[in-house]
């Protein structure tokens, strides 16, 4: 158990390796900036007379590509009951058969480099004079910026230092959180988490066994996930293990399945197919509402008196456990007691720092994305 909020229970063999807790030492008391936003008196580039004067549009946009956008949807989706306000997300490239023009709406455009050039293409589109635009990107010469200054929008500041895929708990995903009327200070939970001592031992020994099973040759990470709201958490995981890790012919594959859905199209490859996969069974506990209709159940399937949909699926769930325990299939799991800022704010830093781990202790860079600049040189020669 990592706490009272987060039921974690590590894979089934134990892997001790002391060198994990040396570096966990050594990239907590360092200065790295990635570190310092997950921290409570992280100081945000932008002013809250800011915030006062944007929180009035309750349609917003979310503009960018990969960790710029990911972070806050992941964000969204998991505590999507309580955001009041409209949010619509575009960070893929898309055509359009109408853009809703009539209503205003907050662009909340966002690009590390701000050269990103399937985030301009997109803002592109949105932009018009009903509209308030804003900016966050470097505080350095580029695109993003000149168009701003063109625009007379407001720019926030991304932190030099944090790449994307990081960025979740900085300006980046903190701002959207601030205009969708969430505790901003509840997400930052790594003071807290780094004294405990339940948290340092799960962390420590989950990267152990990950490590022995990179080394048996399993690179496949398959995320059972029995809660739809968490399908955008694992969407901003799998970017941050694969950009992080996938390197030096190195890596680790995150594969987001859809529980228990999947029993019935991919759960058959997972119990007799490659031996290469590792899994992650996650479930969020909540209310037994959605309770089955007694009358329009017939005898043959009584079991199912009574029963709600929760139960049902947490059924399957427990289910499939017992039949990896049998086939000795490797697999952690997590289950959520409570769904709040706190709770996913614990979960960021959980998977930030088991991810910067695996890279230190694999021998690559966790911090960067050599490869993937290759295709943006390749894509501006084929259109310019």
Same mark, same amino acid.
């Given at each position: ?43 945000? $580039? ?24 990911l972070g806050f949807k992941a964000i969204h989706s998991f505590l999507f009951s309580k955001v009041k306000k409209k949010f619509t997300f575009h960070d893929n490239i898309e055509s359009f058969d109408k853009i809703d023009f009539k209503k205003k709406y907050l662009n909340i455009i966002i690009s590390k480099s701000g050269n990103t050039t399937e ?16 900016? &966050? ?5 580029? @695109? ?25 708990? $900085? ?54 996930? @029995? ?42 490859? @997972? ?15 909540e209310k037994n509402i959605n309770r089955l209709n007694n009358s329009l159940i017939l005898n043959e399937k009584k079991f199912l008196k009574n029963k709600s949909i929760q139960e049902i699926k947490l059924s399957q769930r427990k289910a499939t456990e017992r039949v990896f325990n049998k086939k000795l299939l490797p697999f952690r799991s997590f ?36 490869? &993937? ?12």
């Open positions: 158990m990592i706490n009272s909020r987060i039921n974690f229970k590590n894979f089934r063999f134990k892997k001790r390796n002391l060198q994990i807790k040396k570096y966990l030492i050594e990239i907590t008391k360092s200065s790295n900036a990635i570190i310092n936003s997950l921290k409570k008196d992280y100081k945000y $580039s932008y002013k809250k007379l800011l915030l006062r004067k944007l929180t009035k549009y309750q349609n917003l946009r979310v503009i960018g590509m990969g960790g710029s956008v985030t301009i293409a997109n803002s592109n589109l949105f932009i018009n004079k009903k509209n308030e635009n804003i900016f &966050v990107t470097e505080n350095k010469v580029n @695109y993003l910026n000149k168009l701003a200054a063109k625009l007379k929008s407001d720019i926030i500041h991304h932190n030099n230092f944090i790449g994307g895929r990081y960025s979740v708990l $900085s300006e980046v995903g903190m701002l959207p959180a601030e205009l969708a009327g969430l505790k901003v200070e509840n997400f930052k939970q790594f003071n807290n988490l780094i004294k405990n001592k339940k948290f340092i031992s799960s962390l420590v020994n989950n990267v152990s066994s990950i490590l022995h099973l990179v080394k048996k040759k399993k690179f496949n990470s398959i995320i059972l996930n @029995y809660d739809k709201n968490s399908e955008d958490l694992f969407f901003w995981y799998q970017q941050l293990v694969a950009e992080s890790l996938g390197k030096k012919s190195k890596g680790i594959l995150p594969i987001i399945s859809n529980m228990p859905k999947d029993n019935h199209s991919l759960m058959q490859l @997972y119990l007799d197919g490659f031996t290469n996969n590792f899994f992650t069974f996650f479930s969020v506990k289950e959520i007691k409570k769904r709040d800022e706190r709770t996913i704010g614990e979960l960021f830093t959980f998977f930030i720092l088991e991810t910067i781990l695996l890279g230190k202790s694999l021998g690559v860079n966790p911090y960067d994305q050599p490869s &993937v600049e290759l295709i943006k040189k390749e894509t501006k020669k084929i259109l310019a």
